[in-house]
């Protein structure tokens, strides 16, 4: 499968815990984004990378978050100290620099926090 | 102003019949319109695109109306099957700077029932 790929898919914690996601792109896309989806609403635009470079960040994306794309080519997303508000699908996307309104995303992760 | 609206909320439509979806966006800087597509458990997947220098953009039996003055855009579905159930989102983003964030709209839950 030459897709974006999400791990894990679905993610049940305790408030207060931290968390980290996994999103590996499609391997010839060097622009990497991340989404929050909750439920009856449409993505909203977390961050993004060229490359390895973490080019732009949304206000949604707390001192909490931390996103991280080290070698250009897989991410993270890491959420310290989870918080009931936090529980959503997190949604990793990617495309080429030159088309990159043309995203492909991957399934999600959904995370629950009780 | 970076808000983009979408209407119906949900939408019941019989096999064969043509299924509207309506979005409407304020910024004028947007210039780029995707259509998404998202079964449940999956992320989203780009259908269909337009520009704003064209006014109907046609693919298979995915058709997008766009208005510029009215600074409205619709998603036609005809034959509508019920395959084609799922939630559709509207998005808009701008394409003449580096990179601006793709803007979704709320989605529209449509189902085709047999």
């Known amino acids: 499968d030459t897709g974006v790929s999400q791990n894990p898919r679905h993610k049940i914690t305790k408030r207060g815990q931290n968390v980290t996601f996994r999103c590996d792109p499609i391997?010839?896309?060097?622009?990497l984004y991340w989404y929050r989806q909750t439920l009856g609403q449409g993505p909203e635009f977390l961050t993004y990378?060229?490359?390895?470079?973490?080019?732009?960040k949304s206000r949604l994306l707390s001192d909490r978050f931390s996103a991280e794309r080290p070698k250009g080519s897989f991410s993270t997303l890491e959420i310290q100290r989870t918080e009931q508000g936090d529980s959503a699908m997190y949604l990793c996307a990617s495309s080429q620099a030159d088309r990159a309104n043309e995203q492909f995303f991957g399934p999600g992760t959904r995370l629950t926090v009780l | 102003q970076q808000q983009v609206k979408q209407s119906p909320q949900s939408l019941i439509v019989q096999k064969g019949g043509i299924s509207i979806i309506n979005c409407a966006y304020e910024n004028t800087a947007f210039d780029y319109f995707p259509w998404y597509q998202q079964f449940p458990g999956k992320g989203p997947a780009l259908l269909i695109a337009i520009r704003p220098d064209v006014s109907e953009k046609k693919e298979g039996r995915f058709t997008i109306s766009f208005n510029k003055s009215a600074k409205q855009f619709s998603l036609h579905i005809m034959d509508s099957q019920p395959g084609d159930s799922a939630t559709y989102f509207c998005a808009a983003s701008r394409t003449k700077t580096s990179y601006d964030k793709v803007i979704f709209g709320p989605g529209t839950s449509l189902s085709v029932i047999p």
């Open positions: 391997s010839e896309h060097n622009r």
């Open positions: 990378f060229q490359n390895e470079a973490q080019l732009e």
